[in-house]
């Protein structure tokens, strides 16, 4: 599994380098991002410092990380319950 951190997605955003931005709801309820890059093949998955998939309990907690982490001009974002 190929993964990336918040502050190497936070870069990749900045400099329009993200292709897309997935939302997955995981077998325990709980939403994940799934990136794909403009430079790299492949799905990258968000992860915390300790390595472990970064997740939250709900979408509006979700949507109101990506607006303040992520500000700017977001890349299409698609969801998948």
């Known amino acids: 599994m190929n993964t990336i951190s918040e502050?190497?997605?936070a870069d990749f955003v900045k400099n329009k380098?993200?292709?897309?931005?997935?939302i997955v709801q995981?077998?325990?309820?709980?939403y994940?991002?799934?990136i794909?890059?403009?430079w790299k093949e492949g799905d990258w998955n968000l992860?915390?410092?300790?390595?472990?998939?970064?997740e939250w309990?709900?979408?509006d907690m979700l949507a109101r990380h990506i607006r303040e982490k992520y500000d700017g001009t977001?890349?299409?974002?698609?969801l998948t319950l």
Do not use: W
């Open 26 to 30: 995981n077998d325990a309820d709980k």
């Open 74 to 78: 977001l890349p299409p974002i698609s």
């Open 57 to 59: 309990a709900s979408l």
């Open 17 to 22: 380098a993200v292709k897309k931005l997935h």
């Open 32 to 34: 994940e991002i799934v």
């Open 47 to 54: 992860v915390t410092t300790r390595g472990k998939p970064r």
């Open 36 to 38: 794909n890059l403009t």
């Open 7 to 9: 502050s190497e997605l």
